[in-house]
């Protein structure tokens, strides 16, 4: 351990709540929508992010595995069914951790293409932070301009003030994010199909890309030598490690994630104190009777949550390699970027792969001439 590997203030605390923009709206849809029941999975972020504390010391974030979540809020999905697909992507994460195969694919990766999925993850995070606000736009502007002005406050916890300020406006006008519900308990049949063809392979796309490589990256930018030790072969352990222990007991899949990085570090984040303090909150809620951790987060209203979310993207969207990449990089880092926003990061990381190929090609036929 260092000095400053783990530390305990306001600064720390409102750096934690920074990715709940992401976080919240997720977890609690799940809950809601896809029936599951609230104290293993708020059980189950606090063990990964009291972990990961330790393991990285650094605001390293702990994420709902987003393509899964977004099918079970969308179809009929089974406790038994979302647990398989989590252990497989678990599993293959742990395989590719392991081995090593993991540092081979992130350096195979060209950093013009990388550049491109930063910048469509980026953007598809500002979508989905206009989606939060657009029900109550007002008080989304309200939210953000509160958010920038006490940023300019460097003395005072931005996200945190913005946090309790939108619980207590959820609480008093019934205007939290969703309602709280489900109580399924882990079983029900399994539908191998759904696990591995809708769950599983969707969600090692997006893993690979934004929670291993790209959150990796990230973790240099926004804290230099300290996080050498943030590398692809470690978040794939630990992502792969955490989904074998927990899914079973009826977590929902998880994993990390650069936005969450960006968020973190974004609103004051510098140590591991502040993914210890988010564990240790998410613990103190699952201990909660009858659901009452989910209940407490659920009245959090959405536009806030929003405007946490657009700040996050900013800040992960904004970087020095678009800035000071090469003229003839910039075509490859759009092209990777559309199609990371229109489709998905596989398909951004296809379209940037063949564009830098082609733009090597261009290259050497200019030279030749």
């Given at each position: 351990?260092?000095?400053?590997?783990?530390?305990?203030?306001?600064?720390?605390?409102?750096?934690?709540?920074?990715?709940?923009?992401?976080?919240?709206?997720?977890?609690?849809?799940?809950?809601?929508?896809?029936?599951l029941?609230a104290?293993?999975?708020?059980?189950g972020?606090?063990l990964?992010?009291?972990?990961t504390?330790l393991?990285?010391?650094?605001p390293?974030?702990?994420?709902p595995?987003?393509?899964?979540v977004a099918?079970?809020l969308?179809?009929?999905?089974?406790?038994?069914?979302l647990?398989?697909?989590?252990?497989?992507?678990?599993?293959?994460?742990?395989?590719?951790?392991t081995?090593g195969?993991i540092?081979?694919?992130g350096?195979?990766v060209?950093?013009?293409?990388?550049?491109g999925?930063?910048?469509?993850l980026?953007?598809?995070?500002a979508?989905?932070?206009?989606d939060?606000?657009?029900?109550a736009?007002?008080?989304a502007?309200?939210s953000?301009a509160?958010l920038?002005?006490?940023l300019?406050l460097t003395?005072l916890?931005a996200?945190?003030?913005?946090?309790?300020?939108?619980?207590i406006h959820g609480?008093a006008?019934?205007?939290?994010?969703?309602?709280?519900?489900g109580d399924a308990?882990?079983?029900?049949?399994?539908?191998?199909?759904?696990a591995?063809g809708?769950?599983?392979l969707p969600?090692?796309a997006l893993?690979?890309?934004n929670?291993?490589?790209l959150?990796?990256?990230?973790?240099?930018?926004c804290?230099?030598?300290?996080?050498?030790?943030?590398?692809p072969?470690r978040?794939?352990?630990t992502?792969?490690?955490?989904?074998l222990?927990?899914?079973p007991?009826?977590?929902?899949?998880?994993?990390?994630?650069?936005?969450?990085?960006?968020?973190?570090h974004?609103?004051?984040?510098?140590?591991?104190?502040?993914?210890l303090?988010?564990?240790?909150?998410f613990?103190?809620?699952a201990?909660?009777p009858?659901?009452?951790?989910?209940?407490?987060l659920?009245?959090?209203t959405?536009?806030a949550?929003?405007?946490?979310l657009?700040f996050a993207?900013?800040?992960?969207?904004?970087s020095?390699?678009?800035?000071?990449?090469k003229?003839s990089c910039?075509?490859?880092?759009?092209?990777?970027?559309?199609a990371?926003v229109?489709?998905?990061?596989f398909?951004?990381?296809a379209?940037?792969?063949?564009?830098?190929?082609?733009?090597?090609?261009?290259?050497?036929?200019?030279?030749?001439?």
């Amino acid at each position: 351990m260092r000095s400053g590997d783990f530390e305990f203030d306001l600064r720390e605390a409102s750096g934690a709540l920074g990715d709940l923009g992401t976080l919240l709206p997720l977890l609690l849809g799940a809950l809601a929508v896809g029936g599951l029941a609230a104290t293993p999975v708020l059980a189950g972020f606090g063990l990964a992010y009291c972990a990961t504390a330790l393991i990285y010391r650094l605001p390293v974030p702990v994420q709902p595995m987003k393509a899964i979540v977004a099918v079970l809020l969308v179809t009929e999905v089974t406790p038994a069914t979302l647990a398989a697909s989590s252990v497989m992507v678990g599993l293959v994460l742990v395989i590719l951790g392991t081995t090593g195969w993991i540092d081979r694919i992130g350096r195979l990766v060209p950093h013009s293409v990388l550049a491109g999925l930063q910048l469509g993850l980026g953007i598809a995070l500002a979508v989905m932070a206009l989606d939060l606000m657009a029900g109550a736009p007002a008080l989304a502007v309200l939210s953000g301009a509160l958010l920038l002005g006490l940023l300019h406050l460097t003395r005072l916890p931005a996200a945190l003030i913005v946090v309790v300020l939108a619980g207590i406006h959820g609480l008093a006008t019934g205007s939290g994010t969703v309602p709280a519900g489900g109580d399924a308990a882990a079983g029900g049949p399994l539908d191998l199909r759904l696990a591995v063809g809708d769950l599983a392979l969707p969600q090692l796309a997006l893993t690979l890309t934004n929670a291993v490589v790209l959150t990796s990256l990230v973790a240099g930018d926004c804290y230099g030598a300290r996080a050498r030790h943030v590398t692809p072969r470690r978040l794939s352990l630990t992502s792969g490690a955490f989904n074998l222990a927990l899914a079973p007991l009826g977590a929902l899949p998880i994993c990390h994630g650069a936005g969450g990085l960006a968020a973190h570090h974004g609103f004051g984040a510098r140590s591991g104190g502040a993914p210890l303090m988010l564990g240790m909150a998410f613990l103190a809620l699952a201990a909660l009777p009858q659901g009452g951790g989910a209940a407490v987060l659920a009245t959090v209203t959405a536009p806030a949550l929003g405007a946490l979310l657009f700040f996050a993207a900013g800040q992960l969207t904004w970087s020095r390699r678009l800035i000071d990449c090469k003229p003839s990089c910039r075509p490859v880092i759009a092209a990777t970027a559309a199609a990371a926003v229109l489709w998905d990061p596989f398909w951004g990381l296809a379209m940037g792969t063949a564009s830098e190929a082609l733009r090597i090609v261009l290259l050497r036929r200019v030279h030749r001439s």
